[in-house]
């Protein structure tokens, strides 16, 4: 055991078969589905299904094997093989990669299911099947990789699937757009955690988490750094300030994609990163600071942007955004237990909000916009009930999932004494039960407004037309009502094995983290509670207030109009995040391209490739005056070589 | 003292044999004939071979027999393989002028 | 001493004869007496072998290649009519240069201290010329070959080989290797077709 609680022999060593069923199984899925897509057809939908199902079974299966301890070891360690010397390659169960491999699997097992109504009619169906589970089998790469190197792989081919599944309908301009943006943000990422591998390897001479891990501080003066590098990746990742605006317009992938990749899963994996790196982190106060700061600021940002959106999957991407800020600021504060147990819960509520929507989308044909629903309730009730306990567990209400993980957010923040944070964790969350309740009042009380002229509820017609997803005939319903039943009650009961301090939940992470025994803040955790639930409730009247009153029902239209007008610019510009990278990335970098292409590259680049022409040219006139093709001018040269080396030996014989 | 078996000057021989080899360059050069040139290559590598023997019998030592035994058969290979050529290049232009046969000018 | 001015003199002026001839075959004669007196000259260096050997092949079997090949030449129309000269005017006082060059080696090389004698085989000197075991006789020469340098000897048979073959390649019989018995069958095809068409005659 070191210093930090940490066992550095990071699992038992052995061979286990389950490992590679539950990693390789994905890949073969897409690889058949891409394959053979054009003579599965709806049948690739079953299998890309199948195969998570089994995957996830196996990773039940190998819940043993991931929770064993011994000697200090945790988990399993499957190695794979070593390139060079500190370059060895593994797979690694433990705890941590569990409860990752279970949401991967189980909640994206739920979601393809979920996506075989969805994508029932889409002529490419098997191509996004294929997507999916190249998705998740780049996903376990991530988070069962034992080395740092193996991760940024995964890292890597996350980004890439994410890449294809946002620009899934390639025909709609905006949406190879997003694809680009999220792709390139991504890779400043990859670049960053590529930059904190290099530091590693240069400090400690290897790349597998046990030996980083095993002395942290062997990375000084560079741990900071290293951490912050990573942090880049993980912020890249998982839409955090300042890297966080791909992140809503990669709603323009399917709604399924949506849920698995941009809200239950690989958007965490800055949370794993963090999590993961928990002996790096608990060395670094600056690192628990900075990446603490960010994370709170993020959840604070995306909750107040939430607000001001009117798409519905727009909303959700701002509330991902901002509750991926809560954990993490959990993690980054150490309270690394509590971000983890965010994420967990967040899985299922957020995939159970996409999903429900997702269910309304279909149900108005691909209308996304809150202002022209309205009275959902009578038209999507499996959505309705579903979405109501989502709702209730993203505000924090007892005793639904996030209830549980988000107080323990807040209060791990007060508990490592960043009372301010813990002041804007509380302040989010009653902003966070507001835009929640506003998007669940507008979508599903009231009168369907859809049949209004647009207009007049202040949708702006032609931004209206450009978002729209493409038109779907109706799958078997069940297929789409299942997953999101499921999750429902998840989002409900998803929370309870963390209740006390003595749950399965703390039982299970006691050996994975750091410890520190830290005094008992000022404030009680009681309080705190009392506290989230008092922003809950107040959230949650100013939106009952505004949108759910019988006054405010009855003049729906007019209110939507009337806030839309009224809306303060600096939300509805994000803040002029974009318009920031525009002038101090894009603009520049567009100068530099022009500098370069008119002026460097022809008289540079141009002139030198003519200068090794001109240069070859006379050097092979030069050689092509000796080739006369005459015998006799060879002879000559021959006799006049013969003449050299015999005035040499006569030079050379007098010498000596 | 060994010199004296020698009927002349040891000088005398390399100076002959100097002769006869500028000779046969001066042929191969001058000459446009292919089979004129290979005769005047022989004038050459007896001219070696002279020298090769006249320095044997000065130094007594049949190592010079030996290389000029050596000469005498890649002379002779030398001179099939020319003439094989001469006749192939005959047989494909109908002319044997090596100033003709220019194919390879650069 | 005088015996080395005559051959001398006959080796000199029957090489200039050589490339000065107006047709091959004339150089050809030339060449003949050019190792004729070679010959000679080898016998009074005491390398009676090689004065054999030099007559048996160059005179014997080299010039008569060399015959053979203007024979077969000549049959055809005009194959020494020489075209235009191409060869650079630089060459001739080039040539010239280089062989005062090899003029000046030849007598810095006579100049220098002749290096002592350092004979690899042992031969007695004393001896008329052509008696056993004396310097350059068959015996002498051929002890030496068979066992200090048999192995440059083997070499010279290899040599001899790779011309054979390279001489085969070049000159021999253009068309490609038919095996025997595809051969056959065409043989026999042709004589069937010869007799038909005699029959139809």
Redesign the interface.
Known sequence: MSAYGVSHHMGIDGNYPVLFVIWLLPLAGAILNWAFGPQLQRMSAWLGSAVLAVSFIATLAAWGIGTQSSDGALGAHQALFSWFPGFNFGLLLDPLALIWVLIITGVGFLIHLYSIGYMWSDSAIARFFAYMNFFVFAMLTLVLSDNFVGLLVGWGLVGLASYFLIGFWFFKPTAVAAARKAFVINVVGDVGIMFAIFIIFARIGSISFADVFANPHALDPWLFWTCVFLFIGAAAKSAQLPLHTWLPDAMEGPTPVSALIHAATMVTAGVYLVARCAPLWSASHDAQTLVGTVGCLTALAGALLGTAQWDIKRILAYSTMSQIGYMIMGVGVTAYSAGVAHFFTHAFFKACLFLGSGIIIHELSDEQDIRLMGGMRQRAPVAFWAMLSAVLAISGCPPFAGYFSKDRVIYGALEHGYVWMWVVGLITAGITAYYMFRLFFVTFLGTYRGDLDPASVGVDREEHAAHQEPHHAHAPAWLMAVPVGVLGVFSLIGGWIMVTPSSPWAHFFAQSFPRETLPPPAISEAVTTALAIVMLLAGAAVAYARYATAPALADAPERLRRETQTLPAILVHLYYFNELIDVLFVRPARAAGAFFSQWVDPHFVDGAVREVVITNRFLGTLVRSFQ?G?L??YA?IV??GA?CF??Y???A??AR | M??S????A???Y???S??????????V?????P??M???I??MW?AA??LF??F????????G??????V??????????G??????V?RSR????V??V?LLKG | ?I???IL?FV??VS??F??T?SK?IY??VG?LA??AA?AV??F????E??AV??VI??SG??LM??LF??A??SS?????????????KI??P??AF??I??????Y???R?P?AA?????S?S?AGPVGAANV??SVG??GR??FTV?LL??E??AF??M???I??IL??GDATPYVPTRRRARLVEREMREAVLRAGEE
């Open positions: 006369t005459l006799r001018a000559l006799v006049f003449a015999a005035v030996y006569a030079l014989g007098g | 060994h010199a078996l020698l009927p002349a040891i000088l005398d390399i100076s002959l100097f002769v006869i080899f500028a000779i046969g360059v001066a042929g050069l001058l000459r446009r004939n089979l004129i290979l005769m005047s022989e004038l007896n071979n002279l023997l006249a044997a019998r000065a130094w007594l030592n049949n190592a027999h030996i290389f000029a035994f050596l005498i058969t890649v002379a002779a290979a030398e001179a099939a393989i003439l094989a050529i001469v006749v192939v005959f109908a002319n044997v002028d100033d003709e220019a | 001493m015996e080395f001015a001398a080796l000199i090489a200039i050589v490339i001839a091959p150089s050809v060449l050019h190792f070679l000259m080898y009074s260096l005491a390398a072998f090689l050997i030099q092949v160059y079997a080299i290649l060399f090949v203007i077969l030449l055809g129309v005009s194959p020494f009519a020489e075209g235009p000269n191409r060869l650079p060459a001739v080039a040539l280089v062989l060059l090899l003029g000046f080696c030849v810095a090389a006579a220098a002749v004698n350092a004979g690899a085989v031969a000197i310097f350059g002498d020469f030496a070959l340098y440059p000897f070499i010279t040599i001899l790779v011309a054979v390279g001489v070049l000159a």
